[in-house]
């Protein structure tokens, strides 16, 4: 596609419940990230993806949180037993994977009650 | 560990004014750099980027100035508009490693 999509846009779901967030990101680019913002803050990294890979997953808050790439493309980042502090703004970016280039999606709003 | 900061948290100006946005970063490593403006409910959006090899960009209005010795660098908007009213965010990479971003700086554009 022309950007990079990040699906669902917003996701409620009850405190302990599994989420899984999808990012597709732009056509031939390699490397993937994910970010997680919160209100007012900048956006927090979480994993990076070169390939199918994780280059650098040293982000992720807890083993709670869990992501994929398996072919290359489409990563899904997926969030057990969910809490209510996980609520935020799950970004994804894309690059061609030499350093530059980061284009970002919408972002999913997790929102967990 | 590394971070890249931002000296105001909000700037306000008028609609025509020249803007300009702070930032600092800590990690020497750090050799590409990019200017993000966020609105509302949306992802980051690219606005220029600059290699520490430079030291100016301009591109479309907007300036990024950067200074290695005192690791600083700066956006400036020529002839601010209320379309520019949004967050700004500066964000640092080393090659091949993950961008690390500011908090982020308010612009309000009073017409």
């Known amino acids: 596609g022309a950007g990079v999509s990040q699906t669902p846009s917003n996701k409620v779901t009850e405190k302990g419940k599994y989420v899984e967030l999808r990012c597709d990101p732009i056509?031939?680019?390699?490397?993937l990230y994910w970010y997680r913002q919160s209100l007012g803050q900048g956006p927090e990294f979480l994993i990076y993806?070169?390939?199918?890979?994780?280059?650098?997953d040293s982000g992720l808050p807890n083993d709670r949180f869990f992501a994929v790439r398996p072919e290359g493309s489409v990563s899904t980042l997926k969030i057990q037993r969910t809490e209510r502090g996980d609520s935020a703004v799950y970004l994804c970016?894309?690059?061609?994977?030499?350093?530059?280039?980061?284009?970002f999606g919408s972002g999913t709003r997790l929102t967990v009650v | 560990g590394e971070s890249v900061g931002l000296h105001l948290p909000t700037l306000s100006v008028q609609e025509g004014d020249n803007s300009i946005i702070n930032c600092a970063y800590s990690?020497?490593?750090?050799?590409?750099f990019i200017w993000y403006k966020q609105e509302s409910g949306k992802g980051p959006q690219f606005i220029i980027d600059?290699?520490?090899?430079?030291d100016k960009r301009q591109g479309q209005r907007v300036t990024v100035l950067l200074n290695k010795t005192v690791k600083h660098l700066s956006l400036q908007i020529a002839a601010t508009q209320p379309g520019d009213s949004a967050v700004y965010f500066c964000?640092?990479?080393?090659?091949?490693?993950?961008?690390?971003f500011g908090t982020g700086t308010r612009l309000l554009v009073s017409p």
């Open positions: 964000a640092g990479a080393g090659f091949f490693q993950k961008l690390v």
């Open positions: 993806f070169q390939g199918t890979g994780a280059a650098d």
């Open positions: 970016a894309s690059s061609p994977g030499q350093g530059y280039g980061y284009t």
């Open positions: 990690n020497s490593a750090s050799d590409y």
């Open positions: 600059i290699r520490s090899n430079m």
């Open positions: 056509s031939g680019h390699t490397a």
